[in-house]
């Protein structure tokens, strides 16, 4: 007889707010306030962006310096992590956050609530 092996397998629902964008064609948008990418940070084995400053002004979008975001055609998604993931605790060794999940399953509700909402504004 074979033996069974007791897997464990975690399992996170959280339903979140979703903004979605379809574009058929292309299209120039106005680019962020902020990259944040552009911030110092370090993965612990590498540091990124280590000449930029830790200043809003390094990541901020100069005034009439648009440089013409251009959108391709297609579906957009807009999302923000659930609000228990983004916050830390902090003790005297750091900050330590939540383990944030590395896989989304995005599910479109049929007869969604977004449309009925949509509806009743109108």
């Not at 990541?59 to 310096?65: A, L």
Request: charged residues 20%; without cysteine; aromatic residues 8%.
């Amino acid at each position: 007889m074979a033996s069974s092996q007791n897997t464990t397998t975690t399992v996170l629902m959280v339903p979140i707010h979703l903004d979605a964008l379809h574009l058929e064609y292309g299209r120039s948008v106005v680019e962020a306030v902020a990259d944040f990418t552009r911030l110092p940070y370090s993965d612990g084995r590498q540091d990124f962006n280590p000449d930029v400053p830790n200043l809003s002004e390094a990541i901020v979008s100069q005034p009439f310096q648009n440089q013409n975001l251009h959108l391709k055609p297609g579906i957009h998604l807009h999302w923000s992590l659930p609000d228990t993931l983004t916050h830390g605790l902090h003790d005297e060794t750091g900050t330590t956050f939540p383990t944030v999940p590395n896989r989304w399953l995005v599910r479109a509700q049929p007869g969604g609530k977004y449309r009925e909402t949509m509806d009743r504004r109108k």
